[in-house]
């Protein structure tokens, strides 16, 4: 598992379609019944490196996930927009591209 790309999650409906992304990058998921779940069997399953989190936006969660896989390379964020706010945050670590995409946005330094 690489820790180069990092997988966000704010969907709180995300719930079984974590299953096969599990083993692919860490995974941090916004903790809702629909995805704890599903994560919960995952840890107990030992598949994936899934952290789960209090509900918060990507503005808040960045520095923590910063800290925990410093070096990280790529993010991508499923549930949440690309906001200026959000380009501001990523910009604090070094020059990045943000992406837009269909179910929230992507993040490459």
Known sequence: ???DRIILI?????GEKL?????SSPIWIINSSDNDAVAHDLW????????TFKPAHFTDLID??????YGWKE???IGETLT???SASVSRYT???SIATEDGFFVKR
């Not at 923590?64 to 896989?69: A, C, L, R």
């Open 1 to 3: 598992m690489c820790n």
């Open 10 to 14: 704010f969907d709180p409906h995300f």
């Open 19 to 23: 299953r096969p992304l599990a083993t």
């Open 44 to 51: 107990k399953s030992k598949v994936g490196n899934i952290t």
């Open 64 to 69: 923590t996930v910063d800290e925990h896989h």
């Open 75 to 77: 993010l991508e964020v």
């Open 84 to 86: 200026e706010n959000a």
């Open 95 to 97: 020059a990045a591209i």
